[in-house]
């Protein structure tokens, strides 16, 4: 067993030099070799081989919503077996289907075996599911990945909750944007991610950060892929909208949109007709950038060093170079494969559930060279800081012949920004 798990997981990582991550304490996992591996997957060897005493169920979205959610959840399964990880996939209209949603949560925990279920995101009524799942299996970790719900709510019942910083971003992807010399940023969203605590807090600070670097803050709005538009016709108002944006605001112009289907048709748009795009709301060298430049990924899959090489490649044969911005590893894919390895490491008795550090060390798993920054979330209302709730995110890499990382994990927030709401 121990030899097996060594091989999936070498054939998901690289057998590289990893540098000290910025992830709470600073961690220097050193070459991805077997000791390494096994003490990442759950510490001695004895402990990594146990297997079949209990399982670890994800819920995701779909691939159409959310692909890199899924394959993060699909290789950790690949990783241990389909006897000890039970996958699950909740209603592309989730809005539309709040109690298929729920019970596609809570049935995982019909399994006496079942130990921890991760859903990443952990869209609308997570929440409700990770209550009635504690109410009869409280021995469940319930763990919840890019919360969707108020961060103070899904807090209250989930054991642990991981999203990425909405606060540290909101000043940073700004000031990236500014960087590359843009004078304009536009905010691509729909009333429904508007009410989401995260993302209208994250826009109330991207335009105090525009105005601190004197840009101007635009707001357009586009169809939701769960109304009945679907996912095509919101992707077709985005490929339809993007030139005309283009053309009110110029070519100097930054892109950000709150949502996964909307990524590869702005991309595709933004590589016709310029415009600038920092990074994904969830950040990913696989969200959008295959589909926007007609890439087959097959051969690269799991490998995001050859992944992150060919985008950049098409990128700048596009005349990108300088222009486009992504996470070097898959936000999604870490968050899915990471939180369910962080949780078996916590039941294992190898993890504390709330150590950033510890956390860090499963992530750390499927993004061997990631460079990231961690910290609690902090109540804008209150003042409280979140024990079980953390925001984190990885440097910005601008794709260019050579690329290069802008570099906002050594940057310094300013303060002021963490009370804007």
Known sequence: MMKKLIASLMALTMTVSMAAVSFGADIDIGDIDEEAVTEAAGGDEEQAAVEGDYHIGIVTGSVSQSEDDRRGAEAFQAMYGEDRVTLAIYPDNFTEELETTIQTIVNLSDDPDMKAIIVNQAIPGTTEAFRQI?????????????????????????????????????????????????????????????SYETMSRRVAIM??????????????????????????????????????????????????CTNDAHTEPLLKQLLEYGGFFIEADLPSPLMGYPGALGLDLTEEAG???????????????????????????????????????????????????????????????????????????????????????????????????????????????PEKYFTIK
Not at 303 to 310: N, V
Not at 386 to 405: A, E, H, K, R
């Open 303 to 413: 490998d995001f060093e050859k992944i992150l090489a060919k985008v950049e490649e098409a990128v700048v044969e596009k005349g990108g170079a300088g222009r486009f911005g992504t996470w070097a590893y898959s936000y999604g894919y870490t968050v899915s494969a990471g939180l369910a390895q962080h949780a078996m490491n916590v039941i294992d008795g190898t993890s504390e559930l709330e150590s950033i550090d510890d956390i860090a060390k499963a992530y750390q798993v499927f993004s061997p060279k990631a460079a990231w920054n961690g910290s609690n979330y902090t109540n804008a209302d209150t003042g409280v800081k979140m024990g079980n709730v953390f925001l984190v995110y990885q440097d910005t890499y601008i794709m260019g012949d050579p690329g290069y990382y802008m570099g906002s994990t050594d940057i310094e927030v």
């Open 134 to 194: 504690k109410e009869k299996r409280p021995d469940i970790l319930c763990i919840a990945g890019e919360s969707h719900e108020d961060l103070p709510e899904i807090g209250s019942a989930a054991d642990l909750v991981c999203n990425n910083d909405f606060v540290a971003r909101g000043y940073l992807i700004i000031r990236t944007a500014h960087e590359l010399g843009c004078d304009t940023f536009v905010h691509i969203s729909f009333p429904r991610h508007m």
């Open 207 to 256: 335009k105090a950060a525009c105005e601190e670097f004197g840009m101007s803050f635009e707001m357009e709005t586009a169809p939701d892929p769960t109304t009945d538009v679907g996912v095509p016709g919101a992707q077709a108002y985005i490929l339809e909208h993007v030139p005309e944006w283009i053309e009110k605001y110029g070519t100097n112009s930054a892109y950000f």
